[in-house]
């Protein structure tokens, strides 16, 4: 590795209906759950519980171990009326609201995860119903909450670090229109895949047209948003949800001014001398790759790239201080994609 080098509305037709899912669901509520921890999200005093596994299931099908997971629950609406005459103000309940469930997730998973993460960037807003399933040791099942229609919010790839030996995971946020926790029993069955291969936040490849990105060696999280709007469903006391926009994030990303002659030229033309129409953006990738550094787990794929800032680092007396540089650059557009057979 080179010195401070880093690159080495569609609708599922399977959910509940609204109607049946609010039948039986007496018992509604949230989940926290992660992988040899289990803390009750309401709990006055936080009681921990060790688990043994996490499995997150998408239309009755398996779709692979989880992490972490937490949200789903189910909270009232107040409503605080006019003071009467007895100088009382009186509060009711309006609707009921669902928390959004977040996941992390990392290899492994099963193609239809990984299908409905890469829709979302895609403006192709499907939505599942499932399960989050935490057990013991020994599969058997001690807590499992049901989510139904729920639409991916947010998609988190964390940040990267060529000299960090960190782990590496996605956050995956996603907005239910009901949670409801069924009774716990059993064994978890299912084709749930323990094979997961490791994945570190040092091990990726930056690619920018035209610019030589092989020094990169810090790439700040990337955050994909979806702004979700919620519509009442009268009688029912609850929202529908759907997605109105997609927030896109900034690039910000961090290399050895020696090796920035490429970005301060782009920074020179693009932002000074004003060469920045669209034909002047730019395309690039970002591959999060294996241990091997060959093989691609995830990739990101940009259009519209746009350097806006460049700030190298506060000059000091000590000579021996490597200087870096720090690149902000927007981005129009950005697809996800997965070669599931390797991962």
């Keep these: 590795m080179p010195d401070e080098g880093g690159n080495g509305s569609v609708a599922n037709e399977s959910g509940t209906s609204r109607r049946a899912f609010l039948a039986g669901a007496a018992g509604l509520t949230g989940v926290a759950l992660s992988v040899g921890h289990w803390t009750p999200a309401l709990a ?59 996941i992390n997730a990392g290899t492994g998973m099963s193609k239809a995860f990984y299908d409905w993460v890469a829709a979302t960037p895609a403006f192709k807003f499907f939505r599942h119903s499932g399960a989050i399933v935490a057990t013991d040791v020994n599969f058997k099942i001690r807590t499992r909450v049901e989510f139904s229609n729920a639409l991916i919010t947010e998609i988190g790839m964390p940040a990267l670090d060529a000299a960090s030996k960190d782990a590496a995971k996605m956050t995956i946020k996603f907005a239910p229109e009901f949670t409801r926790r069924v009774k716990a029993g059993g064994t978890l069955k299912g084709s749930f895949s323990a094979v997961q291969q490791k994945w570190n936040v040092s091990n990726f490849k930056l690619n920018i047209d035209g610019v030589d990105t092989k020094f990169v060696s810090k790439i700040d999280a990337l ?52 060469n920045n129409g669209s034909e002047a953006e730019k395309k690039g990738s970002l591959s999060y790759l294996a241990h091997d550094l060959k093989t691609e787990l995830f990739r990101l794929d940009f259009t519209g790239l746009g350097i806006f800032a460049l700030d190298p680092d506060p000059y000091t007396a000590q000579a021996d201080n490597l200087r870096r540089v720090t690149a902000q650059i927007y981005c129009e557009s950005i697809t996800f994609s997965v070669p599931t057979e390797k991962v």
């Design 223 to 274: 955050v994909i948003k979806a702004k979700v709007v919620e519509n009442p469903t009268g009688e029912l006391r609850d929202y529908e949800k759907d997605v109105a926009s997609l927030e896109i994030p900034n690039l910000k990303l961090t290399l050895a001014e020696s090796h920035a002659d490429d970005f301060f030229k782009w920074h020179e033309d693009f932002v000074i001398k004003g």
């Design 44 to 102: 006055a005093n936080v009681r921990v519980v060790s688990t043994g596994r996490i499995g997150l299931e998408l239309d009755k099908q398996s779709a692979g171990f989880v992490s972490f997971a937490v949200g789903g629950n189910a909270t009232g609406d107040v409503v605080t009326e006019k003071i009467g005459a007895d100088h009382i103000a009186r509060k009711h309940l309006a609707g009921v609201k669902y928390e959004d469930i977040t």
